[in-house]
């Protein structure tokens, strides 16, 4: 075991804007050694690494770096209209007598070098005409070249086909054996178990565990990301969902078959209406991808939608209006429109409906903006505040409210806590009970095991994009969802588990 | 100490917004009573008119340019679609000036909604799509007029350049109209938010089903419509169609006052009574400017000052 | 597999660059062909003489507008800038060759200098940046020929005149000037770090600085060159015409964009080549030159088949990147 560290870091803690991003993080990184990186969104991982290549300067602790760093990021960050060689040689680019470049040398150069990572495409042609697996290598290969001494490598393979992926690893595990450190940021357990020798888990930005990764097994580990201590679930109190709902109908929504490569496969999902289904899986598993391909905001390969059994055209205003909703994710980019107030982020999506002949009705607006403000407790100094200026908790709340003045049967709910406090969480998870209870169909994506387990009625659990268990009643236990998370032997998701992937 | 700094920061911020958000009223506030004070013969029910009908064309364009910027977009060929709009004029005028005026209107609303199609449906960035038109828009006007500048006889077109309603000239009066028009359009009807929450936030627009790519057809096309509304009246007050100067650099007089009055470039925002505004404080530098026996070299100088201040005092909204 | 898992964007991009370069060249090809066959007075070596140096301005303008359009932006002062150089050049003559020549340069590219300075630092959009500086330079225009009412002259004996007049074979000066230019251009832009860094920068901006291209820099620097160029290309036409005139270049940027973009450099930035735009000056010209063989067809032809092919090449390249 080298015992030499490139990289140590004791005590960080940085803040963003009253937000604990890292909360006194100890991190050693020793010569040689592949050391994954794991944690939900959130965790800190994209803070830490910042920290240690020196974009961002902690605010307290320390930061010794013996060596040069390189990080290759999840999105390929090379021109991908210039050729592989230009991108590969960019500001160090060989030269003849005259100062100017030499082409020749340059492309033979990149040609024999990436021969060794099992690139063997023209590398005169753009770099945007090789496979993106191809193109995370020339990023690679770039890093190294640098003369790295430790690579970060963040999600290289998110993107990457499975052949890609073995591609990658082999080179990994060639940079490896040259010497040279890897922090490897992924969520799939597979890779990270055939690596990684060390393992950090990241969790509300702390250092939850450190250590040997073949040591702990999978199951611990996803225990580890997702999961709150019983201490601390004591602490702050189980969440603010009620019991399981009654749903005995038929399917008011069923997606069969969902797949856009290589995001998802093959994903089924139905529910009834009254019911809450949870979707749970890591980060990277699909649950996004699943959700905006029911809503129609994300191409397919194949699949199809039914609402009350009727097929719905793949596009968002079928979906809507067939009365399927969603809430985004990212509030900021897909959901609010933050120049605009609180009264027209809440009626943006029913306008139609408000108005006559394209004239909005200003009494209607104030009346149903008043209706949900009151009932969903937001809190604004008028509906004219813009939208930008409320908290995350509140920004939520007009996002819901501007789905549910739309009338939906089907909710698609996208991590609908995150980011916001704890008081805000409970109101907004009392909600989404109220909700179903009254009959609307609910689809709840979430990273915390105990939001679904309290909240969802029926579990689907996704890996790798693909379906990787169903779980209900008896099996709605922390345990079930995180052994199927985790890919460990279970019973009826192991056989469904081989039947897809014979498919392919 | 950073507490300090901090409030400091916030107070300029503060500034900022006030500026970006009023300043075009103050500066117009400002020209008129500097005029009002050193400047001989400006404070005359004359003098006002003269300027308003100056002004109309302009307005009439940038009314809009703004509902365009309020999408993030930018439209260059206003000024090539009013040549456009000025040379089909004469061809139809024989069968009287309500025929001409349509075909001019027409020949607009094409212009607009093709240029929409191109953004829209085609996915083209705004400022590529409409360079096309503004390159090819203005030569073809002027095939069609074989480059002639032609004379206009039509006195019941004419009047619309020269005669009056109550004392405010026809084309003063349609400016304003479509202002109040346009105002209403913008804050009243689904049309106009739904432009407005396109250009703030297009990605939360769709996933919200807004007909996104109907919308942004829409405006180009009453763009369009606009610029060949404020090219028929600038024919009729010169008594010619002119394809060769009609609308010369519309695009930027249009954009400028816009963006003097406060709607960002970055979309999200329509302020019609500031774009009102914004053509009232150009008119108003320029006469200014003639009225104290600048040339209009300086003139033109000075305009390219306060363009590049006032988009610098816009550009800080993100 | 399937292959639309990988972004489409790129590898349609590299079908547009061959069919966008070779597209514009077969199209010049042909229309040479047709011309020389239709038109007796077109092979003639007056009129290819000819047709090159009215290319020539043209062309010297453009390989400033191909390194700014590659970065991403775009030139809208160029036509002003164009006619300023000439005016100044004019102007400069009367105190020798050197003034006459470096006057235009400097105060050309010291306003592509501001260009790229405010387009650089305070991130305002290109195209009202340089629509400014348009007015802005038609005004200093202005107030050195109090008001456009004089025409400076360049004495017919001077060496001035000799740059814009001198033939070797017959050839003007001009389209040599603009040759060496066209060759130089494609040199940096391929063989200099410079060159690889408006490539970057246009190509992916976010990556470029993440890669370490100085963006800014190279940003500055492509206004200040395609400032520069406008005003030798005025200087070269004022030298020609032996005045400076003033009512020229309205609208020349936007034969220089057309030009450019046919020539296929993509008009959203990271590819595009010299000699792509040199076809295209070429093609232009050419089209233009049979226009006025026909005589009976107005000239302003020139600028809707401008407009129409500027129009093709950009929806094609659209469609060929989804």
């Not at chain 1, 597979?190 to 060390?198: F, G, K, Q, V």
């Not at chain 1, 997702?226 to 109908?249: C, N, P, Q, Y």
């Not at chain 3, 920068?201 to 060159?225: D, F, H, M, N, W």
């Amino acid at each position: 075991m080298p015992t030499d560290p490139v990289i140590e870091v004791a005590g960080v803690t940085k803040t963003f804007a009253g937000v604990r991003a890292l909360d006194d993080v100890d991190f050693t990184l020793h010569r040689g050694e592949i050391h994954a990186l794991v944690g939900e969104n959130g965790a800190g991982k994209s803070t830490l690494i910042k920290v240690l290549t020196g974009i961002h300067t902690p605010d307290a602790g320390r930061v010794e770096r013996h060596g040069h760093i390189s990080t290759i990021y999840q999105e390929v960050n090379l021109v991908p209209l210039m050729s592989v060689a230009a991108n590969l040689f960019l500001g160090r680019e060989p030269r003849n007598r005259f100062g100017l470049i030499d082409r020749a040398r340059r492309d033979a150069e990149a040609s024999e070098l990436l021969r060794g990572y099992g690139i063997t495409a023209d590398v005169r042609s753009p770099l945007g005409t090789l496979a993106v697996g191809e193109q995370q290598m020339v990023a690679l290969a770039r890093a190294v070249e640098a003369n790295a001494d430790v690579v970060i490598m963040d999600e290289p393979t998110s993107s990457l086909e499975p052949r890609e992926v073995e591609t990658l690893l082999d080179v990994v595990r060639k940079l490896h054996e040259e010497g040279i450190a890897i922090i490897y940021v992924s969520h799939r357990m597979d890779e990270l178990y055939r690596i990684c020798d060390t393992v950090t888990v990241l969790r509300d930005g702390r250092n939850v565990h450190s250590g040997s990764l073949k040591e702990l097994p999978r199951i611990e580990l996803v225990s580890l990301m997702l999961g709150r201590s019983v201490g601390e679930i004591e602490k702050h109190g189980t969440t603010a969902f009620g019991e399981s709902h009654h749903a005995d109908a038929q399917p008011v929504l069923e997606a069969q078959g969902l797949t856009s490569r290589p995001r998802i496969r093959g994903v089924d999902v139905s529910i009834r209406p009254g019911e809450v289904v949870g979707l749970a899986g890591l980060l990277g598993s699909g649950r996004t991808e699943t959700a905006k391909a029911i809503i129609g905001a994300l191409p397919l390969d194949h699949g199809t939608v039914l609402v009350a059994g009727k097929p719905v055209p793949h596009n968002v205003k079928a979906a809507t209006r067939a009365g399927i909703s969603m809430l985004a994710e990212d509030r900021k980019t897909e959901g609010i429109i933050p120049n605009l107030s609180v009264r027209e982020n809440i009626v943006l999506a029913a306008l139609p409906r408000l108005s006559r002949f394209g004239v909005i009705s200003r009494s209607k607006q104030d009346r149903i903006v008043d209706t949900f403000v009151k009932r969903l407790r937001i809190k604004v100094s008028s509906p004219e505040q813009k939208v930008a200026e409320l908290s995350g908790g509140n920004q939520q709340k007009v996002l819901l409210a501007r789905w549910l003045c739309t009338e939906p049967k089907i909710l698609l709910l996208d991590e609908p806590t995150r980011g916001i406090d704890v008081g805000a969480k409970a109101e907004v998870q009392a909600l989404i009970d109220e909700l179903a209870r009254e009959g609307l169909a609910v689809l709840l994506i979430s990273s915390e095991l105990d939001e679904l387990l309290d909240g969802a009625d029926r579990l689907v659990v996704l890996r790798d994009g693909e379906v990787a268990g169903e779980l209900e009643g008896a099996q709605l236990t922390r345990e079930h969802v995180l052994k199927a998370i985790a890919a460990e032997v279970m019973d009826d998701a192991d056989s469904r588990q081989n039947s897809h992937q014979n498919s392919h | 100490m950073t507490l300090t700094a901090d409030r400091t920061a916030t107070r300029t911020a503060t500034r900022t917004r006030w500026l970006q958000d009023n300043g075009v009223y103050l500066a117009v506030v400002v020209l008129l009573l500097f005029n009002a004070l050193f400047t001989a013969n400006f404070l005359t029910l004359g003098n006002f008119t003269t300027q308003l009908v100056q002004a109309a064309p302009v307005l009439i364009v940038a009314l809009g340019m703004a509902l365009v910027i309020g999408t993030e977009g930018v439209d260059l060929s206003v000024g090539a679609v009013m040549a456009l709009a000025a040379a089909i004029i004469p061809l139809y005028l024989g069968a009287g000036p309500l025929v001409a005026i349509t075909m001019a209107l027409v020949v607009g609303l094409l212009a607009g909604a093709f240029n929409g199609f191109l953004v829209a449906r085609v996915g083209i960035q705004p400022i590529v799509a409409t360079l096309a038109l503004l390159v090819g828009g203005r030569g073809l006007a002027l095939v069609i007029a074989n480059g002639q500048l032609v004379q206009l006889h039509d006195p019941a077109f004419l009047a619309l350049g020269t005669d009056d309603v109550l004392g405010i000239p026809i084309g003063v009066l349609l400016a304003g109209l479509l202002a109040l028009l346009v105002a209403g359009l913008t804050n009243r009807t689904t049309f106009g938010r739904q432009l407005v929450a396109i250009g703030g936030n297009r990605k939360a627009a769709t996933l919200a089903g807004l007909p996104v790519n109907r919308v942004l057809v829409g405006v180009y096309a009453i763009c369009g419509v606009l610029a060949a509304v404020a090219s028929v009246l600038a024919t009729s007050r010169l008594a010619a169609s002119d394809p060769a100067d009609m609308g010369l650099l519309m695009e930027l007089s249009a954009i400028t006052a816009v963006v003097v009055g406060g709607t960002p470039l970055t979309g999200g925002k329509v302020r019609v009574l500031g774009t009102v505004f914004g053509v009232i404080l150009m008119q108003l530098v320029r006469a200014t400017l003639i009225k104290h026996n600048l040339p209009d070299s300086i003139a033109q100088m000075i305009q390219a000052a306060i363009i590049i201040a006032a988009v610098y005092v816009a550009r800080e909204r993100r | 597999m399937i292959t639309t898992t990988t972004p489409a964007v790129p590898r349609a991009a590299a079908r547009t660059k061959v069919l966008q370069r070779q597209g514009a060249a077969v199209a010049l090809v042909l229309m040479v062909a047709v011309s020389w066959l239709v038109f007796p007075r077109f092979g003639s070596l007056d009129n290819l003489r000819d047709l090159a140096l009215q290319g020539s301005f043209l062309a010297v303008i453009a390989i400033g507008m191909t390194f700014v359009i590659i970065t991403g932006g775009i030139d809208l002062s160029v036509g002003s800038l164009y006619a300023l150089g000439g005016v100044l050049a004019a102007w400069g003559s009367q105190y020798g060759f050197l003034v006459a020549l470096a006057l235009p340069l400097l105060v050309c590219g010291l306003i592509g200098l501001v260009n790229g300075l405010l387009i650089a630092r305070t991130n305002m959009a290109p195209f009202i940046v340089t629509l400014a500086s348009l007015l802005f330079a038609r005004g200093l225009l202005l107030a050195i020929t109090d008001e456009g009412s004089t025409t400076y002259k360049i004495a017919g004996d001077s060496a001035f005149v000799e740059l814009g007049r001198g033939t070797v074979l017959g050839f003007g000066y001009p389209i040599f000037i603009a040759a060496v230019l066209a060759v130089l251009g494609g040199m940096v832009l391929n063989r200099t770090s410079f060159g690889q860094n408006v490539f970057a920068t246009g190509g992916a901006e976010q990556s470029a600085i993440l890669l370490g291209v100085p963006v800014a820099r190279t940003k500055i620097l492509v206004y200040t060159t395609s400032g520069t160029l406008a005003g030798l290309a005025g200087a070269l036409t004022a030298a020609y015409l032996q005045s400076g005139v003033t009512v020229i270049g309205v609208g020349t940027e936007l034969d220089a964009i057309a030009v450019v973009v046919i020539g296929g450099t993509l008009l959203t930035g990271g590819m595009g080549t010299v000699l792509g735009t040199v076809i295209g000056v070429g093609l232009i010209k050419v089209i233009q030159n049979v226009i006025n063989q026909i005589g009976t067809l107005d000239s302003n032809y020139q600028s809707v088949v401008s407009g129409v092919f500027l129009l093709i090449v950009v929806v094609l390249q659209r469609i060929l990147r989804r």
